[in-house]
């Protein structure tokens, strides 16, 4: 079973540090979880990810389900053996992947049903299917099968789905079997603070280890997401952990950090990698830009990751990137995902030294927004 | 200046064990070099190159004259700089891959003209530029541009090219620059004994450091190689390195080595990588093959790659290949250079235990060429 251990509270905003005890070890929040999608963070190896920092990595139970599937798992002995990870993992329900699916799937209450993206077949997922795939996955942290309310949705299609993935979430925890796994509720609500604020209340209820705010970050402007986040997370217990689903962009980390969100995860650093795009601290860099020719310093000045403390300059990996070569996205893939998890530790160490505010401000001086140079 | 050291000769076959000393370290023979086209072995990192004891690898001048070319080579302080690989590089020198470009280039006696496969833009390679090129890429072995003769090539063709080719060896030879870096001549002349003769005595009079046999695997029946190979090799000085280019499957390496052959190149292990197989003692192995779904032994019992010594299952390795994921083709590359760099380790050793027959003999028996589980 996972708990959390409360550390430090900021005083001026919501931004918390703390720790998450995991049957897989002891890890710091905030954090962020880098996303193992089909049981690999992609282009990197589990060496990679305990070196550049990460404590839990994600992975989907949409993708597993259909390949390699749940016979599989569970043969293989769960997916930290199958992939060979000894931290933490945490496993989305499938719900999101899903219902993303458009005219592909079909809701009933029992569960929904869908067609394989990979091969046409058709298929079926309920909350009892979805818990009893992350129980073969083996992951520390189950989260519920819920429905991701779209944006824009009128207040009584969120109400009828909040009340779904409500009972859902109560199936959910009926079918957990391991007591090594914990299960995570989703609140939902769309941008409606009642009902995001009656999910909150009912998944309290229900005494779950840790809950995650869902149905942010679907299309709705950056204002919007930040209010729903705080008033969501004003309500929610502060005994147990928050997750911030799907949201990785350092803008909305340190938003989300200064609401009282303790975990995040995000394909962000890893996708944009392998669009040949590297994270720093003051914005984005274009590796196919010219300005980068014939520049011989690395990603970022200073920086711990793999590339850059064995010197690999912007000029050689522009190179990479432009032939094509899958060394190129590996080594920005280690780049943006040692920044993204060590951005967060640097955040947590101003909260716990008192100056996360000043953090915060720092952060915006510097950094523009989607910077391209 | 690299010199060779002859440490022990088998009694049996042409078999040596050697040490190639070079500017950048000293290199037991034979060996194995990994192709690094595009000033990166693909897929692979250094750091993971000089793990798996990889001494030696390619870079290709045609690739790295046309991307990121030689004014950023020199800027950059060469080829190991650019690509922070510390142990020995050899450079071929351009002309097998313009000569491949067929209706895309004109060979006159000065050099060859040819349209960049990238943007079709006309471009010129001759010795003096390949000798220029690899100088600014400061490879420790610089190879002669030489014409490969295609095969079937009738006597005429094949001597009047061979004779072009040593022209072009001595002009390389004037254009050597640097005392740090040592070129290796190319005996040429198709598959006529009088002909490789003829090429073997005149580089032999140019005294160079080292002699590649070239323009065999180029279509031709594998005993005719073999058989090419042996006169040819029989021929070449024993006081220098001999270098079979372009070769890497394991039963050539045995065969080549049985011949004094001392170094090898070749694409091969990376590729099939790419392509889905493994490389073992007894053939390669499929991994899309349905035979690996329930099969949790690693790729090859014993082997001390980094994926077999980390455990990552021939089950796994299957379901990264089929979904497609980066890690899956990094980890068959670590595997398959891994087993051909020691393959040549444990070919050395039976050599200087005077086993090389045994070892040969052990060989045939278990290998099945071009097995596919």
């Known amino acids: 079973m996972l708990t959390y251990e409360l550390i430090k509270k900021d005083d001026a905003t919501g931004a918390r540090a703390g720790i998450l ?20 963070v992609k282009a990197v190896s589990p060496d990679e990810l305990r070196d550049l920092g990460a404590s839990i990595i994600l992975g989907n139970t949409y993708h597993l389900f259909l390949r390699p599937g749940m016979e599989l798992m569970r043969e293989a002995g769960g997916l930290h053996k199958f992939m060979r990870w000894d931290r933490g993992i ?11 699916l458009g005219a592909l799937r079909k809701i009933t209450e029992e569960g929904v ?44 299609y969120a109400e009828n789905s909040l009340h779904r993935t409500q009972r859902w979430a109560e199936r959910c925890k009926k079918a957990m079997t391991r007591d090594d796994q914990s299960l995570f509720g989703i609140v939902q609500g769309g941008m409606y603070k009642d009902l995001r604020s009656e999910s909150v209340m009912r998944l309290n209820e229900m005494e779950l280890p840790g809950y995650a ?14 209010e729903v ?6 309500m929610m217990p502060s005994d147990k952990p928050r997750y911030l689903m799907g949201v990785g962009t350092p803008d909305c980390l340190v938003e989300g950090v200064a609401r009282g969100i303790d975990m ?41 990751c793999y590339a850059c403390r064995n010197g690999f300059t912007r000029s050689y990996i522009r190179h990479l990137v ?24 640097d955040m947590r160490a101003a909260i716990t030294e008192g100056r996360f505010t000043e953090f915060r401000k720092n952060f915006w001086d510097k950094y523009e927004y989607g910077k391209k140079r």
């Open 229 to 234: 986040l705080e008033y969501t997370t004003e």
């Open 113 to 156: 049903e869908f067609r394989s993206h990979i091969d046409g077949s058709k298929k079926f997922l309920s909350p009892e299917i979805s818990v009893a795939m992350q129980t073969a996955l083996g992951s520390d942290i189950v989260m519920a099968f819920d429905e991701c309310v779209p944006y824009p949705a009128d207040h009584s």
């Open 90 to 100: 945490l496993t989305d329900s499938g719900g999101f992947q899903v219902f993303s």
């Open 264 to 304: 995040f995860d995000c394909v962000f650093p890893t996708r944009v990698a392998r669009n040949g795009m590297a994270m720093t601290h003051t914005g984005r860099l274009v590796m196919k830009n010219s300005d980068f020719t014939h520049d011989f310093c690395v990603l970022e000045e200073g920086c711990g």
């Open 21 to 40: 005890h995991t049957p897989h070890g002891d890890f710091e929040t905030p954090l962020f979880m880098p996303v193992g999608t089909q049981a690999s």
């Open 213 to 226: 705010v869902g149905g942010l970050s679907v299309g709705e402007p950056k204002e919007m997401m930040y």
């Open 322 to 345: 432009r032939a094509g070569e899958i060394f190129g996205l590996r080594l920005l893939s280690l780049h943006n995902l040692w920044f993204l998890v060590n951005f967060m530790k």
